[in-house]
């Protein structure tokens, strides 16, 4: 085979390498902020969605975040253990699995409320850029999950 053949193979040929790479990246930027917050980058999305909706479901969840119950089942028993939310089953249905924000869930996005605006001051793109970065991630989001 030709060393053309394995062009396929170089790392530089890979869109993957950088979405992972800028991914770690990014989420090594979270670590300080999160730290205080004694918060992982994962419990943190999940507070994320959790804050939001106020109840969500367990699998709603796993599908907003992208997470499998084998990696959210966890976080959620640590967010649980430190009184940030309560699980139960839904009483229409015992099969679901509901997760709602406690009183001290609330207590800590009040504390996490400026993450967001230092983590766009530690990005160099402007916000045009960032807008079509958003846009393309969640193009190619959506495309994965289709397959």
């Known amino acids: ?14 869109l993957c390498f950088p979405l992972y790479a800028c991914s770690r990246e990014v989420i ?21 969605v ?18 499998d119950s084998g990696t959210l089942t966890p976080v959620l028993k640590h967010l649980e253990s430190r009184g940030l939310i309560t ?13 709602t924000i406690t009183e001290e869930g609330l207590a800590l996005r009040d504390r996490a409320v400026q993450i967001p605006e230092k983590l766009t001051s530690c990005v160099k ?16 989001l959506g495309a994965a999950k289709q397959d």
Do not use: F, H
Not at 125 to 140: F, H, I, M
């Open 1 to 14: 085979m030709s060393q053309t053949s394995y062009d396929a193979l170089l790392l530089e040929n890979q």
């Open 28 to 48: 090594k930027l979270y670590r300080p902020y999160l730290d205080e917050l004694e918060l992982t980058y994962t419990q943190y999305i999940t507070l994320m």
């Open 50 to 67: 959790i804050w939001a909706e106020g109840t969500v479901s367990v699998r709603d969840l796993g599908k907003r975040l992208y997470l």
């Open 87 to 99: 699980r139960r089953r839904c009483p229409e249905d015992e099969r679901v699995l509901l997760v």
């Open 125 to 140: 793109l402007d916000g045009d850029e960032a807008q079509t970065l958003y846009r393309l991630l969640y193009k190619l």
